[in-house]
């Protein structure tokens, strides 16, 4: 079992920028692809950007060039960098472990879900 905790959202101006946090416990996540969704109010789970074991990196084309997804084994933490920040951006964002070991942006392919955090970004 993987217990995941997101934090670090909040409510930023359009253009701001936050950064979220994934800690994980429980197991550690350096074997494990990583990814971040997001899910604004009744809309789909949407992928954001995924991080593999060995730290390539894949990112839907909304955020592209404005966010970063990293890792640090060591603190078994993966981190989102949101810059340029803009008002669509506004949702719940998760993280969650891949559980088919190919990088996928399929919410099927993640399991261990952490909370959410909420990010809210005012024009």
């Known amino acids: 079992q993987v217990q995941l905790v997101e934090s670090g959202g909040g409510l930023v101006q359009a253009g701001g920028s936050l950064r979220l946090s994934c800690a994980a416990s429980g197991r550690t996540i350096s074997n494990y692809a990583m990814g971040w969704f997001r899910q604004a109010p009744v809309k789909e789970r949407d992928f954001v950007a995924s991080?593999?074991?060995?730290?390539?990196?894949s990112y839907a084309d909304s955020v592209k060039g404005r966010f970063t997804i990293s890792r640090d084994n060591a603190k078994n933490t993966v981190y989102l960098q949101m810059n340029s920040l803009k008002p669509e951006d506004t949702a719940v964002y998760y993280c969650?472990?891949?559980?088919?070991?190919?990088?996928?942006?399929?919410?099927?392919?993640?399991?261990?879900w952490g909370q959410g955090t909420q990010v809210t970004v005012s024009s």
């Open positions: 969650a472990v891949n559980r088919i070991g190919a990088m996928t942006t399929h919410v099927l392919g993640y399991t261990y």
């Open positions: 991080i593999s074991r060995t730290a390539s990196t």
